[in-house]
Each structure stands twice: as structure tokens, then as C-alpha cells.
């Protein structure tokens, strides 16, 4: 078959990639140049681990071409995903102008029967509109169907996660569409769901929702543990060996962060509102979050004597997780905005992100000489291997703040640090 995918973000470029791999052709389409010309000569404009190889292979095999040109490209392909980004707007909701304008561009230039088919997080009803602004722009009444079929995938495992997926969800009234989205899908061992397209929206939201709350309510619980001096991570274990509620996502820290979660919870939230249902579990999932770096820097504080000021903090992690150099949303900006604010002197590093500011060294070693304390923000397997031993004869004062609780408590004494983490021992 030949696949149409625009909007070449992390989504766009690995389902892209995914549909070469089962031995379709695939073409990417971007309005941004840049990224274009980098995807053409083999480079991600973006950090993901394992996907520049695929990339690599599928265009010395032809498999992959990228393109600009969106009138060439929606008439020569049969099946078209919408991957562009929804971004949250100042409501809350997500803004939908670029799935807007894609959709008015397939109107325009489709020549032929297309199923077009919604990838990215979009709002329940989000097909409904895809459909009527197609229409609005056809000349002629060529039909078509539109397929809500969300993607799972996470940033840092994205080839991973696409390959291996729990289960395919395929939205659509139409037929035709649901016939052609099952057989792209046959060589998937998965389940797989036929739904109505707004259960489809209605399934991705609540999927990244009920993740988002499964991390709250640990970080939550983890603030009662502290003070009860309870390890949380033995909490997480005991109740995730409950096959009904299962060990994911509940690893306690400093909050998630990224450019999925929060966007999403805050749109489900915006639509329940609208609606007349309001969402007040979700608003409290929101709130908990909101407030776990504050706690943590609380905690920081109070350990370093009550005050923050001139105290040099060695942040180590800047992106909203490991594997990714994505710091949308990240919960190493906010506490390192809220230790500006105390006065603190910061310096930072991340094996991966470039900040582009004089707070950022280039090794952990520069990062945390003569430092007060150091905080770990981001889980990189790099953190979990350093020297402590080495690293601490370079600090000024031997603290450890483990915003993601990677390292144990018991180690870090026997070297002779002062460690804390988040309820972790
Ligand atoms: C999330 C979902 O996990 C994907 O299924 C979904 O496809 C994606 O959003 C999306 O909607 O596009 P992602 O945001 O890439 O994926 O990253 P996650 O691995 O879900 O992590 C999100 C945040 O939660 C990170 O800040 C992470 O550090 C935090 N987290 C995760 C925790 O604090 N504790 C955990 O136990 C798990």
C-alpha cells in the first residue's frame, strides 16, 4: 500500500518507519524545510534511540522518500495519517489549526477514494470535523473515510514500543477503511479494538489520563510514606504484583512531565468541564503534580540548613525523562526555576540535551565541582553508573537529592553521602 504520513515529529517518523518495515512504501510529508532536508540525508531532526538506523536503511532501499510537496504527494497515496502536533491552547483544550489545515489540504488536492486517518491526541469529535473540513474544500464529492487510530508509542522507546504494541485501536463507520486498517495492521500479534472514532479519542485520552493518575496517586501516597518513613518503592512493588493493577507507571519522583501527559490530562479535563462532568479526580492528579517539585525543593531546603541562597546545586538531567532530549513540560525546569528563585547557583548537565545557557558544563565532573548538593532530575542510565566515590571528593558538601529515586540509600551512606531521595529508604 502506499502510505501517506505528514507531519514527520517523533509519531510521524516512526509509524513512517513501522509501515516501511511491514514492506509498505511510505512517503513523509512536512511543511518545515529543515526538517525535511535532514530526514532526506538520513538524520533525525530529533533524538530517539534505534531510529536513525531504520531510517537509514529504508531510504537506501527506497522504501522512505520525504517531501514538501503536499498536492504530489496526498494524490499519489492511498492511505493518509494526520501526525502533525496538538498543542495545548490558553483553555486548556488542544488546538487543533494544524489538523485543520492538513485536512483542508487533502480536500483540496484529493483525486481519488483516500482513507484518512487521525494518529495524533486529538479531542473527542476531532473525526467529525476532519471530515467536514475535507468536504468543505472538495471540489468534486470524491469519497473518502476518516479512521481515529491512536498511537501509544513513548519518546525513548518509540521503535520499541511501535514494533510491540498492547493493542491497535481502529475508529471508523466506514467499511472500506476498517478493511484496509486491519490488513495494514495483520502482521501485529496484538488485540485489536474496532471502535467508533470518538471512542478511539475517547480511549487515547483516558489511556494517557489514567497513566498520569496511576504516577500521581504513587507521588502522593510517597509524601505519606516519607513521613511515615515507609520506602515507597517496596509499596509500589507490593500493590503492582496485583495483576488487577499491575507494576507500571508507579515509580514515585519529581512528577511527569513531557508533551504528552500534561496536555492531554488538562484537555480531558477542559472537555468534562465543558461538558457538565467535571473530572475531579484528574484535577487533583493535576494538582499533585503540580506541587511535587515544590515538595521537593522543600525538602532540599530544609536538609541544607533552611536556606538556598548562594548555595551551589548541581542539577543533573534536564529532559522530562530518559532517552530523549525532549524538556517540554520537565520537572528538572521547574525545580531549577524555583531554585533561581531562592537564589540558589545552578549549573547542569544532560548527556543528551543542549540547553544553550551558561548554566550547562559539558561532564558531571564540571557539573558538580564544588557543589553544595547534587539533584538527579532525569532517570539517564549515565546517572546510575556514576563514581560516586570520585564525584564526592569534588563537592563542597556531600548531598544527594534523587528526584528519581535510581539510587539506593544504604550505597550512598556507605561512601558517605547525605541521601535522599523521594520516600526511597
Ligand atoms: C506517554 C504515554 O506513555 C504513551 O503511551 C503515549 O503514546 C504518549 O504519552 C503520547 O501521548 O504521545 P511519553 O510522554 O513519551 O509517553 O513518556 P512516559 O514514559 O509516559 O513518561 C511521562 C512522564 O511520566 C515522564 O516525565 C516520566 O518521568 C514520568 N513517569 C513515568 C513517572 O514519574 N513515573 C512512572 O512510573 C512513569
Given at each position: ?312 546545586i548541581?542539577i543533573?538531567?534536564l ?11 520537565s520537572?528538572s525546569l521547574y525545580l531549577i526555576e524555583k531554585l533561581m528563585?531562592?537564589?540558589a547557583?545552578v549549573?547542569v ?10 548554566y ?15 539533584c538527579?532530575c ?48
Amino acid at each position: 500500500m502506499k502510505i501517506l504520513v505528514i507531519g514527520t515529529g517523533y509519531v510521524g517518523t516512526t509509524t513512517g518507519l513501522l509501515f516501511c518495515e511491514m514492506g509498505h512504501k511510505v512517503t513523509g510529508l512536512d511543511l518545515d524545510e529543515k526538517k525535511i532536508k535532514s530526514l532526506k540525508s538520513g538524520k533525525l531532526h530529533f533524538y530517539e534511540p534505534g531510529l536513525e538506523d531504520l531510517l537509514a536503511k529504508h531510504i537506501s532501499q527506497n522504501h522512505i522518500s520525504f517531501t514538501r510537496n503536499a498536492k504530489k504527494a496526498i494524490k499519489e497515496n492511498d492511505v493518509i495519517f494526520i501526525c502533525v502536533g496538538t498543542p495545548q491552547d490558553k483553555n486548556g483544550d488542544a488546538d487543533l489549526s494544524y489538523v485543520k489545515s492538513v485536512a483542508e489540504s487533502i480536500g483540496t488536492y484529493m483525486n481519488e477514494y483516500k482513507v484518512i486517518v487521525t494518529k495524533s491526541t486529538v479531542p473527542v469529535g476531532t473525526s467529525g470535523l476532519v471530515s467536514k473540513w475535507i468536504r468543505e474544500k472538495q471540489e468534486d464529492k470524491i469519497k473518502f473515510d476518516v479512521v481515529s487510530n491512536p498511537e501509544f508509542l513513548r519518546e525513548g522507546s518509540a521503535l520499541h514500543d511501535a514494533l510491540n504494541p498492547d493493542r491497535i485501536i481502529i475508529g471508523t463507520t466506514g467499511k472500506k477503511a476498517m478493511k484496509i486498517m486491519k490488513s495494514l495492521y495483520e502482521p501485529f500479534a496484538c488485540p485489536t479494538l474496532e471502535t467508533l472514532p470518538e471512542a478511539a479519542e475517547m480511549i487515547k485520552y483516558a489511556s494517557n489520563s489514567f497513566l498520569a493518575m496511576k504516577i500521581s496517586y504513587i507521588n502522593e501516597l510517597a509524601k505519606l510514606c516519607d513521613e511515615l518513613e515507609i520506602n515507597v518503592n517496596d509499596v509500589s512493588k507490593g500493590i503492582g504484583m496485583d495483576q488487577r493493577i499491575g507494576p507500571a507507571f508507579l515509580q514515585a519522583g519529581m512528577g511527569y512531565g513531557g508533551s504528552c501527559f500534561p496536555k492531554d490530562v488538562s484537555a480531558l479535563i477542559y472537555l468534562a468541564k465543558k461538558s457538565g462532568n467535571p473530572l475531579t479526580i484528574l484535577e487533583s492528579v493535576v494538582k499533585v503534580n503540580e506541587e511535587q517539585t515544590s515538595y521537593f525543593l522543600k525538602k532540599i531546603k530544609h536538609a541544607l540548613g533552611g536556606k538556598l541562597k548562594n548555595r551551589k546545586i548541581a542539577i543533573l538531567g534536564l529532559a522530562f525523562k530518559a532517552n530523549t532530549d525532549d524538556t517540554r513540560e520537565s520537572a528538572s525546569l521547574y525545580l531549577i526555576e524555583k531554585l533561581m528563585a531562592e537564589q540558589a547557583e545552578v549549573t547542569v548537565h544532560d548527556p543528551v540535551v543542549k540547553w544553550g545557557t551558561t548554566y550547562q558544563r559539558e561532564s558531571i565532573e564540571e557539573t558538580v565541582k564544588g557543589a553544595d548538593a547534587v539533584c538527579i532530575c532525569t532517570d539517564w542510565e549515565d546517572y546510575k553508573k556514576i563514581n560516586w566515590t570520585n564525584l564526592k571528593s569534588l563537592m563542597n558538601q556531600p548531598y544527594i537529592f534523587d528526584g528519581r529515586n535510581i539510587l539506593s540509600k544504604t550505597e550512598m551512606e556507605k561512601i558517605g553521602f547525605h541521601y535522599m531521595g523521594v520516600a526511597n529508604g
